[in-house]
């Protein structure tokens, strides 16, 4: 009984946390809207890492994502290219920049990034900007990133839970643990917790916290690097992996078509509901 009534407070701290959250992101949403036009991009990328380190001489660099793996990918050059990646994780961080001494990351970016424009120029392919062109990458008017907030609604979760792509633990029975984890302080570890799934926006904030990665990178961490995992290992249709697949218009039309397909086929037309161990009459 006391139990009940704790989980019932539980579950409604947890309902005004997450609608408290929804609304927040809705007044985001709008924000966002209103300061990016469609016609922008959702690959943009500002490149500021050394304003950490005092003031810039000069503009942030440009640098579309998707431009660059819509070309490199065709000539069969993968993520790796640009990203290290560890344990089947790629690491966010373009070559070794993050762990670069302040005084060398200029020199680092300049010898990637430049290196590999004059390289491709040499050999005639398509490319970009060339030592010397430096304005058109430290662009002082880029075009504004236009960037469609992507998250887990109730039919594209389910199409995770439901996936034979992501497997089932036998412990478990179900997968949940693949995605969802809670926080040990004392052992400074991330744990599973059966029935305690919830939303990650409670601990990844907009912002990095001390030891706690923002949503952005939690969710580019775990998202986008399970999508190209599979993608890797020949599974098709497993996620976006590119930008505009879960950031773009099209994208997400796409992608809002297929949950439409996939709520058709189901009894009722109705998403399971998610058992989590609560009885299923009160
Ligand atoms: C291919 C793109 C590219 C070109 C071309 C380029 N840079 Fe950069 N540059 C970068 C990147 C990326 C950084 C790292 C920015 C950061 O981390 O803040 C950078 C950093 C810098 C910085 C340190 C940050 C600052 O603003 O104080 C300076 C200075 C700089 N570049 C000058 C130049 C000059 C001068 C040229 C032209 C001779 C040039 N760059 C050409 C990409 C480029
Ligand atoms: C030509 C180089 C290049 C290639 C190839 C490349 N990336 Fe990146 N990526 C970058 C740069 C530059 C950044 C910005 C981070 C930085 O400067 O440290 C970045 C950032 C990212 C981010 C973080 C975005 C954010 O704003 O938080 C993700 C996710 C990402 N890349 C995924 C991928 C994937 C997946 C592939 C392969 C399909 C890929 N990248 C290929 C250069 C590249
Ligand atoms: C592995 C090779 C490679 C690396 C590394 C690379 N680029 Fe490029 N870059 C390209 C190619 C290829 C294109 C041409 C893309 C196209 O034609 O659409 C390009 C185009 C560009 C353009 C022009 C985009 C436009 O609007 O036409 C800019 C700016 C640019 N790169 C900046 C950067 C910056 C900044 C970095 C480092 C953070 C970087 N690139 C690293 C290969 C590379
Ligand atoms: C592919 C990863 C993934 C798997 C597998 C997964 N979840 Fe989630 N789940 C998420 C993410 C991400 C969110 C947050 C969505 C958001 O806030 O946009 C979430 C949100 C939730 C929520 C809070 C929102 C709600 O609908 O009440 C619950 C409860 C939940 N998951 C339970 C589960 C259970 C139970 C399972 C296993 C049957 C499971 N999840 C499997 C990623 C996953
Ligand atoms: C109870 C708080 C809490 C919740 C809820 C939570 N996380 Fe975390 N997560 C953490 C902490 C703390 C760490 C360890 C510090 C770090 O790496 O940010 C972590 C680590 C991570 C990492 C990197 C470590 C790894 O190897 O997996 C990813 C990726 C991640 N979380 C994604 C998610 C996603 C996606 C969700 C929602 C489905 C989620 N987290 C829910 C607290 C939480
Ligand atoms: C453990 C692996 C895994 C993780 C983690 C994961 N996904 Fe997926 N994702 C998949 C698989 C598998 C599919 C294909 C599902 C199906 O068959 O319907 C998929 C499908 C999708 C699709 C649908 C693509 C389409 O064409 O309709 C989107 C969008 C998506 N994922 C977004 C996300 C986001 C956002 C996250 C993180 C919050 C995430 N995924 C985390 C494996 C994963
Ligand atoms: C598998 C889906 C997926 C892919 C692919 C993806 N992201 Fe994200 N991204 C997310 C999720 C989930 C969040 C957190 C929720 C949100 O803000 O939409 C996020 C958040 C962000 C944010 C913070 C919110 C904002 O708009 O300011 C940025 C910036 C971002 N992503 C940029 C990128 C860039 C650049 C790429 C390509 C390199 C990329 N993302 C690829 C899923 C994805």
């Given at each position: 009984m006391v139990k009940g009534r704790s989980l019932l407070r539980w579950a409604g701290i947890l309902l005004v946390c997450v609608s408290v959250s929804f609304i927040c992101i809705e007044a985001q949403g709008e924000k966002e809207a209103v300061k990016a036009p469609?016609?922008?991009?959702?690959?943009?990328?500002?490149?500021?890492?050394?304003?950490?380190?005092?003031?810039?001489?000069?503009?942030?660099?440009?640098?579309?994502?998707?431009?660059?793996?819509?070309?490199?990918?065709?000539?069969?050059?993968?993520?790796?290219?640009?990203?290290?990646?560890?344990?089947?994780r790629l690491s966010l961080e373009f070559k070794g920049t993050k762990a670069a001494k302040p005084a060398e990351i200029k020199d680092v970016y300049h010898a990637s990034c430049i290196g590999c424009h004059n390289e491709r120029a040499a050999v005639g392919k398509p490319t970009g900007p060339p030592d010397g062109f430096c304005r058109a990458c430290h662009n002082a008017k880029p075009t504004a990133a236009a960037r469609r907030e992507i998250g887990l609604n109730k039919v594209l979760?389910?199409?995770?839970?439901?996936?034979?792509?992501?497997?089932?633990?036998?412990?478990?029975?179900?997968?949940?643990?693949?995605?969802?984890?809670?926080?040990?302080?004392?052992?400074?570890?991330?744990?599973?917790?059966?029935?305690?799934?919830?939303?990650?926006?409670?601990c990844h904030l907009d912002q990095p916290k001390?030891?706690?990665?923002?949503?952005?990178?939690?969710?580019?961490?775990?998202?986008?690097?399970?999508?190209?995992?599979?993608?890797?290992?020949g599974v098709k249709d497993a996620g976006p992996y590119i930008c505009a697949g879960c950031h773009g218009a099209e994208g997400l039309a796409k992608v809002a078509?297929?949950?439409?397909?996939?709520?058709?086929?189901?009894?009722?037309?109705?998403?399971?509901?998610?058992?989590?161990?609560?009885?299923?009459a009160a």
């Open positions: 469609e016609s922008g991009r959702p690959d943009l990328i500002k490149i500021d890492t050394m304003a950490a380190f005092g003031g810039l001489e000069l503009p942030p660099v440009t640098f579309f994502h998707d431009k660059h793996t819509d070309v490199l990918l065709k000539e069969k050059k993968s993520c790796e290219t640009c990203h290290a990646v560890k344990d089947q979760h389910f199409r995770h839970v439901d996936s034979k792509q992501i497997p089932a633990t036998p412990a478990e029975k179900d997968n949940c643990g693949t995605c969802h984890h809670e926080y040990d302080k004392q052992t400074k570890k991330i744990f599973y917790a059966k029935d305690k799934e919830g939303t990650c926006r409670y001390k030891d706690v990665k923002s949503l952005e990178q939690a969710a580019h961490l775990q998202c986008v690097a399970c999508h190209l995992d599979l993608a890797n290992k078509k297929k949950n439409q397909g996939v709520v058709d086929k189901l009894p009722n037309q109705e998403v399971p509901r998610l058992k989590r161990g609560q009885p299923d």
